[in-house]
């Protein structure tokens, strides 16, 4: 049933295939509430742990939710994430909203990463709703200690650009779709060994189509294999992951899962975490999967890519604002990474020069949820030094970045109104051959439409400021979220980035503002298995950057999602 014979170029044939998807799926997302033995970690629920609402609860969206604990259109409770509606692991109140506090990325039904799911629940049959259950708990022993739990995804996605990159790289008017199909395995030997595994392919095709490489077109390979070793250690819950995996113990607006491509990030190396009821910490050291081969089962280990550091987490005791309890986290960290791709540069009058940058990031975000009052606060400081290619000489990098949002959902209302102010300040610098570089760098991905679901403008030398509205009616059926992002320069003396590496324009460009981009997302949660996400957006130039060389265009995206 997986789409991975399916393309739509035009938008008639991609609401045909939901059509039809849709009647053969069937099983609407309005399981039913079966209840669980609390895991070793999770406490006894107490008065404080819940969100108490003034008529309603919120909206369920979570069969796969975004990540970003702000503006989530889903129930937060740790009650209401538990089997069968939600599939988090045993983390007790790290579980709360979309369980990235736990730190294996956002797990509703569906998580981020497949392996993050919990489906241990089904070992009794007479829990199984859906048909694919029987999928997601294969007992291989009598005493149902041992199991297999299958996974699959299948995406297609369609995008156009009228002037792609603001008209500097592309094709205008140009028109593209991919596709991508996941499929793997979870073998559980008791509770302390399993091993994890998945493939990945992946196609891309359109009119004037633009910029395929090994992250669009992708044959049958080895996406992530690892093995887990668990254990309860010193009161905690411990494990050790060992190989080729998926790595989300980050804020998503500093690194994510390479989403807009077909082929998502995956690392090789090792991952170390340890859970206690109020505190967790992890640490790790990886290199980046090479995925240029054109050969099936040729992915390698890119060793001059390297991200290490280490990660706490911590619950902070509830308070309250305005009668309203509040539950929040408080992460502190260091990443490190090294790379030398296109976003490892310095840009100057006469040309672009090309380097290896290591970075460190220490930072902080802190994060929580009442009823009414939702927000997320972090800051970082990035330093570290750029090696120009070909010579021994450095300069030191001295970068920073400051990220904000913060809302308000009146729960009461049948349409669950989010109304919400995100800020974002990336430093910038006029870099050149000597001195320090302070442009803030993010090579991996932030989560795409964290700040512009265009991704024309990268975060770096960029002061962003955005309303942020969404509704969700109809029960999480549907959820619509529109954004406004206003861009200026950090620094006017400094580049404009792009996702790939500082623009350059036929004539110079003076002033600091660079455009609004006004956009709009609706996700529809057709079923338990499909998701159909619509973007659509507008990038509008100023007139100083139109007189520069660039140009405004318009931009749509549409996402089918088939999961099990």
Do not use: C
């Amino acid at each position: 049933m997986l789409l991975s014979v399916v393309s739509f170029r035009h938008e008639r044939s991609l609401i045909a295939g939901v059509l039809l998807l849709t009647v053969n799926l069937g099983h609407h997302a309005g399981a039913q509430t079966v209840p669980l033995k609390a895991s070793p970690i999770e406490s006894p629920p107490t008065e404080e742990e819940w969100i108490k609402v003034p008529s309603t609860e919120r909206p369920i969206i979570q069969d796969y939710p975004h990540a970003g604990v702000v503006g989530q259109p889903r129930r937060i409770t740790a009650k209401q994430n538990r089997a069968p509606n939600g599939h988090q692991g045993p983390w007790g109140d790290f579980n709360y909203g979309n369980g990235e506090a736990a730190g294996f990325g956002p797990v509703g039904r569906y998580g981020a990463a497949a392996w993050a799911e919990d489906w241990s629940y089904l070992r009794d049959k007479s829990k199984r709703t859906d048909f694919f259950d029987p999928l997601k708990f294969i007992a291989l022993n009598n005493s149902r200690t041992i199991w297999l739990t299958l996974s699959g995804e299948s995406r297609l996605r369609n995008w156009y650009e009228e002037a792609p990159f603001l008209g500097r790289s592309g094709k205008a008017q140009s028109g593209r779709f991919g596709i991508r199909n996941l499929i793997g395995a979870d073998l559980h030997l008791g509770e302390h060994v399993r091993f994890f595994g998945q493939l990945i392919n992946a196609d891309a095709g359109g009119w004037k189509g633009f910029g395929y490489g090994s992250t669009y077109r992708k044959r049958l390979d080895l996406q992530q294999g690892f093995v887990e070793l668990k254990a309860k250690v010193a009161g905690a819950q411990t494990g050790f992951m060992f190989g080729r995996q998926q790595f989300l113990d980050a804020p998503s607006y500093m690194l994510y899962n390479r989403e807009t491509p077909n082929v998502p990030l995956s690392w090789n190396g090792g991952r170390f975490y340890a859970l206690w009821p109020r505190i967790r910490v992890d640490a790790y050291d990886f290199v980046q999967t090479k995925t240029d081969s054109p050969l099936m089962f040729h992915n390698t280990e890119d060793y001059g890519t390297r991200l290490y550091g280490g990660n706490t987490t911590m619950i902070v005791p509830a308070f309250s604002v305005g009668g309203e309890r509040v539950h929040s986290f408080l992460d502190l960290f260091y990443i490190r990474y090294r790379y030398s791709s296109g976003l490892s540069a310095v840009p100057t009058a006469a040309r672009v020069l090309k380097g290896t940058s290591s970075r460190g990031n220490l930072g902080f975000r802190w994060y929580g949820t009442s009823a009414s009052v939702e927000y997320s606060v972090g800051a970082l400081y990035q330093n570290g030094t750029f090696q120009y290619a070909g010579t021994e000489r450095k300069s030191s990098v001295r970068a920073w970045a400051v990220n904000t949002i913060i809302g308000y959902r009146h729960t009461p209302s049948p349409l669950h109104p989010f109304l919400g102010v995100q800020a974002d300040i990336y430093s910038g610098g006029s870099d050149g051959q000597n001195g320090t570089v302070r442009t803030y760098m993010a090579p991996f991905n932030p989560q795409t439409n964290y700040l512009d679901t265009t991704t024309y403008i990268s975060p770096s030398n960029l002061v962003s400021l955005s309303p942020v509205v969404s509704i969700t009616p109809w029960k999480g059926f549907a959820s619509l979220r529109l954004k406004a992002p206003f861009m200026w320069r950090e620094n006017a003396n400094g580049a404009i980035w792009s996702s790939s590496g500082p623009y350059t324009f036929a004539h110079a460009y003076r002033g600091g503002y660079v455009g609004v981009v006004p956009q709009a997302s609706l996700t529809l949660q057709i079923n338990h298995h499909l998701t159909w996400q619509i973007y659509g957006a507008r990038f509008m130039a100023s007139q100083s950057l139109r007189k520069a060389g660039a140009q405004s265009g318009s931009y749509a995206q549409s996402n089918v999602t088939f999961r099990f």
